[in-house]
T-cell receptor
Framework: EPEVTQTPSHQVTQMGQEVILRCVPI?????FYWYRQILGQKVEFLVSFYNNEISEKSEIFDDQFSVERPDGSNFTLKIRSTKLEDSAMYFC??????????FGPGTRLLVL | AQSVTQLGSHVSVSEGALVLLRCNYSSSVPPYLFWYVQYPNQGLQLLLKYTSAATLVKGINGFEAEFKKSETSFHLTKPSAHMSDAAEYFCAATAGNTPLVFGKGTRLSVIA
């Protein structure tokens, strides 16, 4: 069964450093998403991506964040200058139609 | 704006007992509704979904949920809890062209 994959599974970085989180969505899916879950809190939407551009973003997704689909398979989330409060689990999701999203296993980011 | 409320951050049941996890949504338009399960240190797995077909939806692992428009509810049930059901359960909603909005989650503990 096709699944969304994410790398790395864990990332530890120093405050101010740039990180790139990678996702490989399910191959025939057209809609891509990033969500995050701060420890003990609810899952929050960051950004959605369709047809090679951002379709919607939350207020969390400020100028330090960017997304890219550099080739036909990868979907990346870049955090330019990490802050302590960026420590969270980051989930990638994809969907074929707009309503049912399938999630990857997540990348746990720890900013020190 | 869409919102999802899960009553009870922690539910504890005995093995073999009925599981009932509550979810209410707030929307002017009946949304698409989902239950996801998150096992410790893992990603979000789709348990079941309501997409305006049958109001009683069956999912994996013996779970089911019933969409009740009059009560704006989508409660998750399982007739007989198993130890392996211990996990965090998230209810989520989307209007179909908007990102998923998640509830805060309910942690299910199963006591032997």
């Amino acid at each position: 069964e096709p699944e969304v994959t994410q790398t790395p599974s864990h990332q530890v970085t120093q405050m101010g450093q740039e990180v790139i989180l990678r996702c490989v969505p399910i191959s025939n899916h057209l809609y891509f998403y990033w969500y995050r879950q701060i420890l003990g809190q609810k899952v929050e939407f960051l950004v959605s991506f369709y047809n090679n551009e951002i379709s919607e973003k939350s207020e969390i997704f400020d100028d330090q964040f960017s997304v890219e689909r550099p080739d036909g398979s990868n979907f990346t989330l870049k955090i330019r200058s990490t802050k302590l409060e960026d420590s969270a689990m980051y989930f990638c999701a994809s969907s074929e139609q707009e309503e049912t999203q399938y999630f990857g296993p997540g990348t746990r980011l720890l900013v020190l | 704006a869409q919102s999802v409320t899960q009553l009870g951050s922690h539910v504890s049941v005995s093995e073999g007992a009925l599981v009932l996890l509550r979810c209410n949504y707030s929307s002017s338009v009946p949304p698409y509704l989902f239950w996801y399960v998150q096992y410790p240190n893992q990603g979000l797995q789709l348990l079941l979904k309501y997409t305006s077909a049958a109001t009683l939806v069956k999912g994996i692992n013996g779970f089911e949920a019933e969409f009740k428009k009059s009560e704006t509810s989508f409660h998750l049930t399982k007739p007989s809890a198993h130890m392996s059901d211990a996990a965090e359960y998230f209810c989520a909603a989307t209007a179909g062209n908007t990102p998923l909005v998640f509830g805060k989650g309910t942690r299910l503990s199963v006591i032997a």
